[in-house]
């Protein structure tokens, strides 16, 4: 498996992406210019905690969605955790994975 080394900086950017569109990737492109980030990680999430919204696309083909959309660009990459968690994910589960999983990176939020 081809992994790549654990960033310096990263963003974490999280969101229902319903759908991603441009909009997500120039907020992504202005924060990774301004910050001067080696990654920003897209995490779509499973079920918002805060909406009621019925009419949300399957987390699945979100998630497709999402990977298409960051094919071209290397430094973008999609994070599964909250879609694989299942249910409703809250923020400080979802930042004490990336904690551990990048415990030397500086991360943004």
């Known amino acids: ?59 699945d083909f979100r998630l497709q969605m999402l990977r298409a959309a960051l094919q071209n660009y290397p430094s973008f990459e999609c994070d599964p955790i909250e879609i694989e968690r299942g249910g409703i994910s809250y923020t400080i589960d979802t930042l004490y994975y990336f904690r551990k999983k990048y415990s030397q990176t500086e991360l943004f939020f």
């Open 1 to 59: 498996m081809n992994r790549k080394p654990a960033p310096k900086k990263a963003a974490l950017f999280g969101g229902t992406f319903d759908p991603v569109h441009l909009g997500h990737l120039q907020i992504a492109e202005w924060v990774q210019n301004l910050l001067q980030l080696d990654r920003v990680i897209f995490i779509p999430n499973y079920l918002h905690p805060l909406r009621k919204r019925r009419d949300i696309t399957s987390s």
